[in-house]
């Protein structure tokens, strides 16, 4: 079982699909991205049939393998009344009501049980179909669905697992011997130790199947899948030419599928296939699958009959564990993350650094297949991330090199000198940050030499056998990406003559870390001039590039990309080892965003810790269990762990209240409760614990494997997640500037489309914003008759409370801090007018900029001065006070602001609704430092 704990499962609130009469928004797929899911070729072609009792079964299997990766089954042994018992159990299972199901759903690091589809977050929509999944005894969660009638879904499982074994080492007997392999070539075939999984798939029938997807494109990690199907079509397989295919049910026929075990085992011969489940409106389909692979712990490679020299092996070995966790990561790009490079058979020469050459051409669809991906990736992104080139060791000595260099004297990296502009030492203070070094031609060994001598005269060996060796492997990469470039575009004569006149710079550049207040901009935006770059950052990052959208986008190279720029392997063609394993922790910044994005989106989460040793786990349950059976008033008391500790400061910090950690930590109590819920007695409810939330500030829980604890989820559909536009570098100098018209283009958009946008801004400093909330709190507890004197002459400027409709609601208009703050306050209040004037300045220049932004996308620029100078603003301060006991929590009546445009802060409780152009209202969610900006009816 351990096998498949590869990843934690999203969560996602479990909706009765049966019962939905429209599509939810949370599951409509049609877009540019995903296609309609119903479309499939009309191509008569069809998945291949085949008759086992055939005696060309082998032939014809291996055929079906190498051309279509799938194919039906007939006479394969299975007896039919037992596809019928299935089927009907699965009917049974998933006809339950769903509070019945969600007893046996799949925990959050677990893998049997039911739920939604594994592969469901690496995709935007949710996906119109429910599952449940067995693998090793299926008794635990049966159970929970049949307290009293378990035992003959257990059986039939367990006799349907013993007839798909059998079956599916039938069909990999006839796979592999078609390959000229036999099982006793596979050591492991005959071990009994395979390690199945058996998965139930509903789909209920759709209100809108056009727009839905029953299960998303996606490759299985088997090295067969055996799938029964019910009546209904929805299976479609996808095929080089006429694409998505129907795989039409056949009665009585299963389908058998290659999965990627299988593709790496064959060396590529047998390509996995890429399938997908659509649905319909008026049937509902069921499947059932058979997920075959090895032994969790064998490793699979490139079986040794099926390589040679001129077939080199493409991956290396890799168990089913660890490629579960590899798909857990890439998810479909899994494949080639494991790929091998093929052996240096003549892709690239290093000795001969005028060009490159490729005489292997069996190998050749490796090299077509690459240079297909680097032209499009420039074509559509203008660049694109190479993997695997470089070793890891050689990666962090060139580091430690390069750490070395920046931290000499400056009077001695003056000493890089270049008649070229920027090829030498470079510091600027219109960039603070940042400086750089370069080395002309790296790839010469004696330029590096005499860089090295430069800096050190003494020597520094180290340094520059890491550079050498760096350059050169950059060098090869530089040749290879424009020899496929140049072949691309049909210019490969023309290549020896660029390589011979193209110079090359090697050059190395630190971004120290910005002080206070200083900013983070590293390098202004630029296009660089040369004909091509090849970047490596360490893991700190800070690469933004621009889109074809002129939207900047930040990119981390690895496995942990904000954007998902094609990854191109190009470890087939040059680098022969196989990649070391890496843990990166998560730093501190990184932990502390999932605990607030966790404590924001579920109010908690699951803490992992290892200082806790499953023998002290034992011992304190041995400990309590002595505890529960003494006397009751001998039992008692309390301790603090050092996990709460470090996530108060965690969310303290999140909410730029680290200051008051300390007072916090003294004046909070503790208490350390020990909790025992016997087991019920016959006819006694479950309940150990009535529906509640903690009173306290924070819980940390603990539990023995029983289990118990239900919390209660808010609907996600009701959240909505704003477009997120950085207003922080930007000023109304920067008019017409890249920095300008892109944001310009975000803002347009996003009022387009929702009529308002999330403004991070940093200009709000943390302690400015903590002073004008403790002043709006000084504010709304004067007296009535103090906050009634707020009395101007617009309507609704001035104070506004006590009203029937929403009697929990209170606001004051502000028009001049001065002048206000001397009518609340007539012997006045210093800090409530400075933070408030403070506050004023900040928010309108944000709002001049909005604006201007917004006739410039209406190419009325010309009216923009007398609009400025017609328009007048207003701060208003609001308060919504807790409700009372049956009281209605309406803070504010639906309403569009009449004004052009709001700037809208709230503290940490939010409340905020908009209605969407769908007339749907959502809760919209957005971060204490950041801005909702809304258009009010003058701007529409």
Same mark, same amino acid.
């Given at each position: 079982m351990h096998t498949f704990k590869s990843h934690p499962i999203i969560y996602?609130?479990?909706?009765?699909?049966?019962?939905?009469?429209?599509?939810?928004?949370? #599951?409509?797929?049609?877009?540019?991205?995903?296609?309609?899911?119903?479309k499939a070729s009309s191509n008569p072609d069809s998945v291949p049939v085949i008759n086992l009792q055939d005696p060309n079964s082998m032939k014809l299997v291996g055929h079906a393998c190498k051309t279509w990766g799938v194919f039906q089954i007939t006479n394969h042994g299975v007896p039919?009344?037992?596809?019928?018992?299935?089927?009907?159990?699965?009917?049974?299972?998933?006809?339950?009501?769903?509070?019945?199901?969600? $007893?046996?759903?799949? *925990?959050?690091?677990?893998?049997?049980?039911?739920?939604? *589809?594994?592969i469901s977050s690496f995709f935007p929509k949710l996906m119109w179909s429910e599952g449940f999944t067995i693998i090793g005894s299926v008794y635990e969660h049966a159970r929970k669905l049949w307290p009293k009638s378990y035992t003959t879904f257990c059986n039939l499982i367990e006799e349907y697992n013993e007839e798909m074994n059998k079956l599916a080492e039938k069909l990999m007997s006839l796979m592999l011997g078609s390959l000229g392999v036999t099982m006793e070539d596979v050591q492991w075939a005959n071990s009994n130790g395979s390690c199945p999984a058996l998965q139930f798939n509903s789909y209920p029938a759709c209100p809108d199947p056009e727009r839905a997807m029953g299960l998303a494109a996606h490759t299985d990690s088997t090295l067969l899948t055996i799938l029964h199907q019910n009546n209904t079509s929805g299976l479609q397989a996808h095929r080089d030419g006429p694409g998505w295919v129907t795989v039409p049910p056949i009665p009585g026929a299963l389908v058998v599928n290659v999965g990627d075990l299988l593709h790496i085992l064959s060396n590529g011969l047998y390509p996995s296939v890429l399938h997908r489940a659509v649905v319909n409106r008026t049937q509902h389909r069921l499947s059932i699958a058979y997920?075959?692979?090895?032994?969790?712990?064998?490793?699979?490679?490139?079986?040794s009959k099926l390589t040679d020299q001129i077939h080199p092996p493409l991956f290396r070995p890799v168990t089913w564990s660890e490629y579960l966790?590899?798909?857990? $990561?890439?998810?479909?790009? *899994?494949?080639?993350?494991?790929?091998?490079?093929?052996?240096?058979?003549?892709?690239?020469?290093?000795?001969?650094?005028?060009?490159?050459?490729?005489?292997?051409?069996?190998?050749?669809?490796?090299?077509?297949?690459?240079?297909?991906?680097?032209?499009?990736?420039?074509?559509?992104y203008g660049c694109f991330e190479a993997s695997s080139f470089v070793s890891i060791d050689l990666q962090e000595s060139v580091h430690d090199a390069l750490k070395q260099l920046f931290d000499l004297p400056l009077e001695t990296k003056l000493r890089n000198t270049s008649e070229i502009a920027f090829h030498g030492y470079v510091q600027s203070p219109k960039v603070p940050l940042y400086e750089s070094m370069g080395i002309g031609n790296p790839f010469i060994s004696e330029n590096v030499a005499s860089f090295t001598d430069l800096m050190w005269p003494h020597g520094n060996a180290k340094f520059c056998e890491s550079i050498k060796t760096y350059s050169r492997k950059l060098h090869e990469l530089d040749v290879t990406v424009k020899k496929m470039v140049f072949e691309s575009l049909d210019l490969e004569n023309y290549l020896d003559e660029e390589m011979q006149s193209t110079g090359y710079l090697l050059k190395m550049m630190k971004y120290r870390a910005p002080e206070p207040n200083e900013s983070d901009i590293g390098l202004h935006t630029h296009t660089d001039t040369n004909i091509m770059t090849?970047?490596?950052?360490?893991?700190?990052?800070?690469?933004?590039?621009?889109?074809?959208?002129?939207?900047?986008?930040?990119?981390?190279?690895?496995?942990?990309?904000?954007?998902?720029?094609?990854?191109?392997?190009?470890?087939?063609?040059?680098?022969?080892?196989?990649?070391?394993?890496?843990?990166?922790?998560? #730093?501190?910044?990184?932990?502390?965003?999932?605990?607030?994005?966790?404590?924001?989106?579920?109010?908690?989460?699951?803490?992992?810790?290892?200082g806790v040793p499953p023998e002290l786990h034992k011992s304190v349950y041995g400990a309590m269990k002595n505890l529960f059976d003494l006397p009751l008033e001998m039992k008692a008391k309390n301790k603090l762990t050092e996990m709460e500790r470090m996530v108060k400061k965690m969310v303290f910090e999140s909410f730029d209240l680290g200051k008051h950690l300390n007072e916090h930590m003294e004046l909070t109590r503790y208490v350390l409760k020990l909790m025992k819920y016997r087991a019920p007695e016959p006819n006694e409810t479950n309940l150990g614990l009535h529906a509640h939330a903690d009173s306290g500030i924070m819980t940390v829980l603990h539990q023995n494997e029983v289990e118990g604890l239900e919390i209660?989820?808010?609907?996600?559909?009701?959240?909505?997640?704003?477009?997120?536009?950085?207003?922080?570098?930007?000023?109304?100098?920067?008019?017409?500037?890249?920095?300008?018209?892109?944001?310009?283009?975000?803002?347009?958009?996003a009022l387009q489309e929702y009529g308002c946008f999330e403004a991070s801004f940093d200009g709000v400093s943390p302690d400015l914003r903590e002073s004008v909330f403790a002043s709006l709190k000084q504010l709304f507890d004067l007296p009535l008759e103090t906050k009634v004197r707020n009395v101007p002459d617009k309507i609704f400027n001035g104070y506004i409370g006590l009203a029937e409709e929403v009697p929990i609601y209170e606001s004051l208009g502000?028009?001049?801090?001065?002048?206000?703050?001397?009518?609340?306050?007539?012997?006045?209040?210093?800090?409530?007018?400075?933070?408030?004037?403070?506050?004023? $300045?900040?928010?309108?220049?944000?709002?001049?900029?909005?604006?201007?932004?917004?006739?410039?996308?209406?190419?009325?620029?010309?009216?923009?001065?007398?609009?400025?100078?017609?328009?007048?603003?207003?701060?208003?301060?609001? $308060?919504?006070?807790?409700?009372?006991?049956?009281?209605?929590?309406?803070?504010?009546?639906?309403? *569009?602001?009449?004004?052009?445009?709001?700037?809208?802060?709230?503290?940490?409780?939010?409340?905020?609704?908009?209605?969407?152009?769908?007339?749907?209202?959502?809760?919209?969610?957005?971060?204490?430092?950041?801005f909702v900006v809304m258009a009010g009816e003058s701007f529409n």
């Open positions: 996602h609130k479990h909706l009765d699909l049966n019962s939905m009469k429209e599509l939810p928004e949370s #599951h409509a797929w049609l877009s540019p991205d995903h296609g309609s899911p119903s039919a009344n037992l596809l019928q018992d299935m089927e009907s159990a699965g009917r049974k299972l998933f006809a339950l009501p769903i509070q019945q199901k969600l $007893k046996a759903a799949r *925990a959050p690091d677990g893998v049997s049980g039911y739920g939604v *589809a594994r997920l075959y692979g090895p032994p969790s712990n064998v490793q699979i490679s490139p079986l966790g590899t798909k857990a $990561k890439h998810f479909n790009k *899994a494949l080639s993350s494991v790929r091998l490079c093929a052996p240096l058979n003549g892709f690239v020469d290093s000795n001969d650094h005028n060009g490159l050459k490729t005489h292997n051409r069996d190998d050749r669809f490796i090299w077509e297949s690459i240079r297909t991906d680097v032209f499009n990736a420039f074509r559509d090849i970047l490596h950052q360490d893991e700190i990052g800070g690469l933004e590039i621009q889109t074809k959208d002129e939207e900047w986008i930040r990119i981390e190279m690895g496995s942990d990309a904000y954007i998902q720029l094609p990854v191109i392997d190009f470890s087939m063609l040059s680098y022969n080892q196989n990649p070391e394993a890496t843990d990166h922790l998560l #730093h501190w910044d990184s932990m502390k965003t999932l605990v607030l994005e966790s404590l924001q989106k579920y109010g908690c989460f699951q803490a992992s810790m290892d209660q989820m808010e609907d996600e559909e009701e959240w909505l997640k704003l477009p997120t536009i950085l207003f922080s570098d930007i000023s109304k100098k920067d008019r017409g500037t890249l920095i300008w018209d892109s944001a310009k283009n975000q803002v347009f958009k502000i028009e001049d801090p001065e002048i206000f703050s001397n009518i609340m306050w007539p012997d006045g209040n210093r800090q409530f007018c400075d933070s408030m004037q403070a506050y004023t $300045k900040m928010l309108t220049e944000v709002d001049e900029i909005v604006r201007m932004m917004v006739l410039e996308s209406l190419n009325l620029e010309k009216h923009m001065d007398e609009h400025m100078e017609l328009t007048s603003s207003l701060v208003r301060v609001n $308060k919504y006070r807790m409700p009372e006991k049956d009281e209605s929590d309406m803070g504010l009546l639906s309403h *569009a602001d009449k004004n052009v445009v709001t700037i809208l802060h709230q503290n940490e409780v939010g409340g905020l609704e908009v209605q969407t152009k769908d007339e749907e209202w959502f809760k919209v969610k957005f971060s204490p430092n950041s």
